[in-house]
């Protein structure tokens, strides 16, 4: 058990389940994993591992006993039979009869209708009426003669949810854990190993938690297939809904006129809408404007009354194109069908969080460790949704006044929603919620920006914070620290005559070859157009997590042309990965250092105590790669233990200082298949990172 684990344990006992024992019990049951977890709270909320094996069988013969498989529907009809009464788990729905104006259910694995319930179970649990529900049902079985009774009668039911929970001591032992370890229970409690993410990513995943703990709040991802978009709403809490975006209507989603029933909104925590995107797709006109209405104002219409509800939407759906080839051509919500391709539905959106940042889920990324209960989970996160966290931030930092108030209450909406799920107990420190403040700001830009694509109506907007200190701080997107040259492209003009002109070097301009000149052509009319090589200048550059196409050979290809010694200081060129990054910077240096001439790399690095002949073959091994090439590479242990300096120094007088050293990309996960990113550095997730140069005296 890791650290983490059993301080979970210790603080949490009996509200923490081991997250890989789900795959344990689950076998061929179709179940969500909330209804899992319930179970194993039950009889496995524990670290002991003897009790944790005998609570599996307890679970595995529970499942078999009692959940319905559709294929076994009629030896579990016939056991009810003539047993009399039988316990099923299975989803139940209800509806009334108005012919016998009695209620009656709809088992959907049992294949059971017509169930007699009364009128007390529908009212203790109002949302049988509206879609299934995960319940624990005892269901009994009496013939009549009379044609018109159904023999099944519903006995008693439990919905699949834990009965009561303890907010205030969940705030309390919130202070026992720091932000780092919080933030990787939170993860765990998701199913995700934290090492495999990195910070950025790990909040990422988190904002996908903000519609359950904030009431109308208004989420689109769109991303690639398969990384999970939709997971979080069909398997974490009995307390959302995931529909079909193509299978939404007016009654089902606000109110039938017909007989005033109340749809989803009126019911659940949180509705989201799977496979949403889709080009080819169409919606009912009138549902986009209800739609609009109650993302703005909290309310729709019921006949001619207005009604209220606090249901949060999410909206996921998948791309169709990378992200460069949208921001030169269209833009990033060009995925929607046309009814939702619009600047009034999009303008209502809180955040857009970029599903082209979330990495394809692999086996490798789920936990093993303990992490909450999740129905324990959505219950804390259920009672949160009453408070309001969105002025914290303001004892520290003062948003731009710029900006409209929609945008506004979108940054504090997704700021409140995230200190909710990170800091209940008002723990967070300044640096802590600017870290927060810039990711909510960053989600709203991204609507607000390419509302300036979409509709030339919408101007462009300063998104910025001010600190204590007066300091005005911009943020911009990672999409456009990436791609600047199409992010800021107007939909006025195509994106060719938008795009900076190629300039030509003077000596390409001025002495053309005499080859394949056409006569009484001017020469320079058929060269080539080419950017002037990149010349080293001093500078500081900082890098945000999860962006791609940076690599050393554009960070520190020009300052080490030239240079006949360099010397890299990284006490942490140990494991193997970060081992491979100096093989991949000396690579780099190779290519660019003609072969008859010579060039001395030497690194200075700390030993890993834990494996330290393992360190020490991987650079010896990089030495002998050299022989024979322009480079000659050699290497030493810091013993003084006092090189904590991370740099790159050469002869030719540039320093370039590194907060990360070479350490700059993401750990690679391992893959049996291939991967680009172990290819080509451009096609890797960086970490946060800054990069000074600095010319020095020679």
């Known amino acids: 058990m890791s650290d983490l684990d059993a301080k979970i344990n210790e603080h949490f006992a009996g509200f923490v389940v081991r997250k890989d024992l789900v795959k344990a019990v689950k076998g061929n049951a179709i179940v969500p994993t909330y209804v899992l977890e319930y179970l194993l709270g039950q009889y496995c909320a524990t670290d002991d591992e003897a009790s944790i094996q005998t609570g599996i069988e307890t679970v595995k013969d529970i499942l078999r006993k009692h959940y319905v498989h559709r294929s076994e529907a009629g030896l579990i009809q016939s056991t009810i039979k003539e047993k009399g009464r039988y316990k099923v788990i299975d989803q139940v729905s209800v509806s009334l009869n108005e012919k016998t104006d009695s209620y009656e259910a709809v088992f959907d694995n049992l294949g059971i209708k017509k169930v007699a319930v009364d009128s007390g179970t529908v009212k203790a649990h109002p949302k049988l009426l509206v879609t299934g529900v995960w319940c624990i049902a005892d269901v009994q079985y009496e013939f009549s003669e009379d044609a018109r009774i159904s023999p099944w009668i519903l006995e008693s039911i439990k919905p699949i949810q834990i009965a009561k929970v303890d907010y205030d001591q969940y705030r309390e032992l919130r202070s026992a854990f720091t932000t780092d370890e919080w933030i990787d229970l939170l993860m765990q409690s998701i199913g995700f190993r934290p090492e495999a993410f990195g910070r950025r ?60 029933r109340i749809g989803l909104v009126g019911y659940w925590d949180v509705v989201a809408f799977d496979e949403f995107a889709g080009r080819e797709k169409t919606a009912n006109k009138a549902l986009v404007d209800i739609m609009k209405n109650y993302m703005a104002n909290k309310s729709f219409s019921r006949g001619v009354n207005p009604m209220g509800a606090e249901a949060s939407f999410s909206f996921v759906g998948n791309t169709d194109h990378n992200v460069p080839f949208m921001l030169k051509n269209s833009d990033l919500f060009e995925a929607l069908p046309s009814q939702f391709h619009d600047s009034a539905f999009i303008d209502r959106l809180h955040a857009y969080l970029p599903g082209w940042e979330i990495d394809v889920i692999r086996g490798e990324m789920f936990t093993k460790g303990y992490g909450f ?18 002025n914290r931030p303001d004892q520290y930092f003062k948003v731009s006044e710029k900006i409209s108030t929609r945008d506004r209450d979108a940054i504090y909406k997704t700021m409140s929603g995230l200190l909710k799920l990170i800091f209940p107990d008002g723990s967070q420190t ?269």
């Open 373 to 390: 209960i999740v129905d324990y989970l959505a219950e804390i996160l259920r009672h949160l949704r009453s408070e309001d966290f969105s």
């Open 430 to 698: 300044e640096a802590e919620v600017e870290e927060l403040l810039r990711l909510a700001i960053e989600s709203r830009k991204r609507i607000k920006d390419q509302l300036a694509r979409i509709d030339s109506t919408y101007p462009e907007v300063d998104f910025h914070y001010v600190g204590a200190d007066g300091k005005k701080i911009r943020v911009t997107t990672v999409e456009e620290e990436e791609y600047p040259q199409f992010y800021h492209l107007k939909p006025a003009l195509a994106p060719k005559a938008q795009e900076e002109p190629v300039l030509v070097e003077p000596e390409a301009a001025t002495q053309p070859s005499s080859r394949n000149v056409a006569p009484g052509v001017p020469p320079t009319s058929q060269q080539p157009k080419a950017k002037p090589a990149p010349r080293p200048t001093e500078g500081h550059i900082v890098f945000t997590e999860n962006r791609k196409g940076i690599s050393y050979e554009k960070l520190f290809g020009a300052y080490v042309d030239g240079a006949s010694r360099i010397i890299v200081t990284d006490p942490y060129i140990r494991i193997f990965y970060q081992i491979r990054n100096m093989m991949e910077f000396v690579e780099m240096v190779i290519r660019r250092t003609p072969p008859e001439n010579q060039v001395k790399i030497h690194l200075v690095t700390g030993p890993d105590e834990g494996n330290i002949s393992r360190q020490r073959e991987l650079l010896e091994s990089i030495t002998t790669a050299c022989t024979g090439t322009s480079v000659e590479f050699s290497w030493a242990f810091d013993t003084s233990g006092t090189a904590h300096a991370r740099d790159i120094v050469t002869d030719t007088g540039w320093k370039i200082v590194l907060d990360r050293g070479l350490d700059i990309f993401q750990p690679p996960m391992k893959t049996e298949g291939f991967s680009l990113g172990d290819r080509l550095q451009e096609h890797r997730m960086l970490k946060n990172f800054y990069v000074t140069y600095v010319k020095e005296i020679t």
């Open 201 to 260: 990513s790990k909040l990422l995943q988190l904002l996908r938690l903000i519609p359950y703990v904030e009431r109308n709040y208004n989420l689109i991802e769109l991303g690639p297939k398969g990384t999970g978009k939709s997971h979080i709403y069909s398997e974490f809490s009995p307390h959302g809904q995931l529909i079909s975006g193509g299978e939404v209507t007016i009654p089902k989603l606000f109110v039938n006129n017909s007989n005033g």
